[in-house]
């Protein structure tokens, strides 16, 4: 046998490269972006009119909530990321992120329609 590394052997010494730090670094974009969605919808229903404030409170509070449930996600991830050989997000990660913005996007129309 000659001393050259078995082809199976070649995912152990992985060499992660930029990938892992671009990955935590998304993490990052999207969480500020939700907060930015969080704070200016509290804006729009401060400014806005008086007519559906208590619909419109209510829509802020779930999405600031799920802002805060997004985050914990992420710190989640963010926490998983810093292993050796990271491990690929599992389903509850991923759906747990793509519900809470589907949700805040349907809360977002609902504040539109409360201010419109």
Do not use: N, Y
Request: charged share 15%; hydrophobic share 60%.
């Amino acid at each position: 046998m000659s001393g050259a590394p078995h082809p199976a052997d070649a995912h152990r010494a992985r060499d992660p490269g930029a990938q892992p730090e671009r990955t935590r670094l998304a993490w990052r974009r999207t969480t500020l972006s939700f907060a930015l969605v969080v704070v200016l919808a509290g804006r729009g229903l401060v400014v806005g009119e008086a007519r559906g404030r208590a619909v419109g409170g209510v829509a802020l509070a779930l999405v600031a909530l799920l802002w805060v449930g997004f985050l914990a996600l992420a710190h989640r991830r963010l926490r998983d990321l810093t292993a050796p050989r990271p491990a690929v997000a599992d389903a509850a990660t991923v759906l747990g992120a793509a519900g809470a913005v589907a949700i805040a996007a349907l809360l977002a129309v609902a504040l539109v329609a409360v201010r419109g």
